[in-house]
């Protein structure tokens, strides 16, 4: 057989099948290495915005949360809490959180939307502890001048029931504020800002 006997529209035809097959298979190869690219079910859930019921929040309690693998907590304050927050102006470090990236609606002395709600990240600005919820008045280990707040106890940080620090320790910001918004009176919403919602 000669060169000249060789079917060229067959060899078309040949070549262009191949090409088509070969583009389907990297086709389907693809598709699985694309998907791998999004973010998997459990990575969205851990940055989706959480419901919290405050509804059976007594005053002076406290709600925790999770959001985005953080504790996030809702204090209920008492108006004696609201009372220490405005005596305690003077001696906290950023008494009305100018200083930090934060919601702008909690740039203001409580440091929340309502005043009687508290809505903290409850990790320590220093090193990433978990304060504890301290609310009672002048305990032994805190001092005669303790008005009630967080304390971190791995390095001593201080918070008041807003969520400023105190000068003189370790943390070097107020706790955060996340953004959040009041579904209704008894529900918030945490990770959505209630300026964008």
């Known amino acids: 057989m000669s060169s000249s006997d060789v079917n060229t529209g067959r060899r078309r035809f040949l070549t262009g099948a191949v090409v088509v097959m070969g583009g389907i298979g990297s086709a389907f190869a693809a598709v699985p290495f694309i998907a791998s690219w999004t973010p998997s079910d459990r990575a969205k859930a851990i940055g989706a ?44 470090r950023d008494p009305t959180s100018l200083e930090e990236q934060q919601p702008a609606y909690a740039a203001n002395e409580y440091r929340s939307i309502k005043p009687e709600y508290l809505v903290l990240v409850g990790v320590c600005t220093h090193l990433g ?5 301290r609310p009672e008045l002048a305990p032994a280990d805190l001092g005669p ?42 529900r918030i919403l945490v990770g959505v800002d209630s300026e964008k919602a």
Do not use: M
Not at 152 to 175: Q, Y
């Open 49 to 92: 915005p959480v419901e919290v019921d405050i509804s059976k929040l007594e005053p002076g309690g406290i709600t925790r949360a999770k959001w985005q693998g953080k504790p996030v907590w809702v204090v209920r304050r008492t108006d004696a809490a609201l009372a220490s927050i405005k005596k305690l102006d003077a001696q906290v």
């Open 145 to 186: 001048e303790w008005e009630g707040g967080f304390f971190c106890p791995c390095h001593g940080s201080r918070f008041d029931l807003a969520g400023r620090v105190f000068p003189g320790v370790p943390a070097p910001t107020n706790l955060v504020v996340p953004p959040h918004t009041y579904l209704s009176d008894g």
């Open 129 to 133: 502890c978990a304060p504890s919820y």
